[in-house]
């Protein structure tokens, strides 16, 4: 079966109880899609499309303990470095977007940087490798836009893939 998420795969797996015990490595296993709290899924399968279309690193998640009112997970990156990203349950879901939105860009731009490659994710298409696109949750949509001019360039969930478009 296919996952919604690709950047989740779904191989088969024992399922994972929060944090891994100790000296077992980061990476025992993909999260399920029914692992994630709904909330949190809805969040992160835009900011994943955007991950897959426009970023050259990608991050593996893991199930992770957090205080009940937040649903997270843990984002590893290919050098072993991670971020726990969350939302807070029971939150306006262009909040909880917005959130997860800024802590993925925020994984991103680390785990680009430890890769060796531009630290700018989602790159500004008025301005290449000078600064990422920022954030902005605004009458009920959450998009990526120029820091600079402040035009919005994408909604989340919506960049790139076709040749010059943000990324």
């Known amino acids: 079966m ?6 989740i795969p779904l191989p088969p797996r024992p399922a994972l109880g929060g944090r891994p ?4 490595s980061a990476y025992d296993g993909p999260v399920h899609e029914d692992e994630l709290h709904p909330e949190l899924r809805a969040a992160l399968e835009p900011v994943g499309r955007d991950l897959r279309a426009t970023c050259p690193v990608s991050p593996r998640f893991e199930a992770w303990d957090y205080p009940r009112e937040l649903a997270g997970v843990m984002a590893w990156a290919p050098d072993g470095s991670g971020r726990g990203v969350a939302v807070l349950v029971g939150q306006d879901p262009m909040e909880q977007l917005a959130q997860v ?4 860009q925020e994984w991103a731009v ?8 531009p630290a700018v994710w989602p790159h500004c298409p008025a301005h290449p490798d000078t600064h990422p696109l920022a954030v902005r949750s605004e009458g009920g949509r959450v998009g990526w836009c120029c820091p600079r ?3 919005l360039v994408a909604a989340v969930g919506e960049l790139g893939g076709e ?3 943000a990324g």
């Open 2 to 7: 296919e996952s919604r998420f690709p950047c």
């Open 21 to 24: 015990p100790s000296g077992t």
């Open 149 to 151: 001019t402040g035009e």
């Open 163 to 165: 040749p010059g478009q």
């Open 110 to 117: 680390e785990a680009l940087w430890n890769a060796g490659l």
């Open 101 to 104: 939105a800024d802590g993925m």
